[in-house]
């Protein structure tokens, strides 16, 4: 892939790689106290949660969930009539 020149400095335009950038991410968050990588968790399922109910196609997306949990819960059903409760 030819470079791509930034016509103000004359420097390549240059990206780093994405696998890189993932471990050196999950390095620094592993670095993280456990409280405060919990609170980053949290955060980021508030925010999953708060953009699907932001979303043109949230019924459908609550109606997956509502499947699987149906889906879940008839697997322990199933695991406990195979092994006792």
């Known amino acids: 892939m030819p470079e791509i020149l930034v016509e103000e400095t004359g ?3 240059q990206f ?3 696998r890189i950038e993932a471990t050196k991410r999950a ?3 592993q670095a ?3 409280a ?3 609170r980053i968790a949290l955060e980021m399922m ?3 949660l708060r953009m699907v109910e932001s979303s043109p196609r949230r019924t459908a997306i609550e109606a ?3 499947k ?3 889906e879940y819960r008839d697997l322990q059903d199933e695991i406990a009539r195979l092994y006792g409760r």
């Open 11 to 13: 420097l390549p335009l």
């Open 16 to 18: 780093p790689h994405p």
């Open 27 to 29: 390095l620094e968050f």
């Open 32 to 34: 993280l106290p456990g």
């Open 36 to 38: 405060e990588r919990l």
């Open 46 to 48: 508030a925010m999953g």
């Open 64 to 66: 997956r969930w509502a």
């Open 68 to 70: 699987q949990e149906d």
